[in-house]
């Protein structure tokens, strides 16, 4: 695993990357954090657990900051500019591989805000597969999933959380038909629940 700076368009943007042992890699994971202005970094615990659960399923792992938080320059843009820098990282990390593998699937996931943005990436990115731990559907405009299979949409949920409110996902999924998994018992930030949210990432598959 190692720590290095990708050009994006407000500036350096912090990135950490981890490639799987032993084995040609899967695909390209490309994880987003939580709200910049809530403490939000790659550090977070949730974040850790989908770039763990990547890296176990045999992908390239990726997760970075945000503009403006830790190392990265540039200053928070409610969601717009975030959905740049993910798609700075992910154009970087797949011009640094694919020329080697052939094209990688691409897989990206996003955590809280991280989620928001990743739905927003997603229809100009065009990923393979697409994990959104409660998607925050309300710090970014969230549009309908049109351009992505929808078998290749995990969406996982705590039935507790109370920032991002299980109702208003299920009323955003419930429109497109996409099946969310809910997490019994776990809130917002899965406090004792991550072994149990990376289980049921593993068990799906991607």
Not at 197 to 202: C, F, N, R, S
Request: charge should be negative; glycine fraction near 8%.
């Amino acid at each position: 695993m190692h720590t290095f700076f990708i050009d994006g368009p407000a500036g350096k943007i912090e990135t950490v990357l981890a490639e799987p042992e032993n084995q040609q890699p899967k695909g390209i994971a490309v994880v987003a954090h939580p709200h910049p202005l809530y403490g939000g970094s790659l550090d977070n615990k949730v974040v850790y657990t989908l770039f763990n659960s990547a890296l176990e399923l045999g992908y390239i792992a990726v997760k970075f900051n945000f503009r403006g938080v830790g190392k990265s320059e540039g200053n928070f843009d409610n969601g717009i500019g975030e959905v740049e820098d993910v798609i700075a990282v992910t154009k970087s990390i797949q011009n640094q591989f694919d020329s080697h593998t052939a094209d990688l699937p691409l897989l990206l996931s996003g955590f809280s805000f991280g989620g928001g943005v990743q739905i927003q990436a997603a229809q100009r990115l065009n990923p393979e597969l697409l994990i959104l731990v409660a998607p925050s559907l309300r710090h970014v405009s969230s549009p309908q999933l049109a351009s992505i299979e929808v078998n290749r949409t995990l969406i996982i949920q705590g039935d507790k959380d109370d920032i991002v409110p299980l109702d208003k996902t299920l009323e955003w999924a419930t429109v497109q038909t996409l099946p969310i998994v809910v997490i019994p018992g776990a809130e917002h930030f899965f406090h004792g629940k991550l072994s149990v949210l990376k289980q049921t990432i593993l068990n799906y598959h991607p």
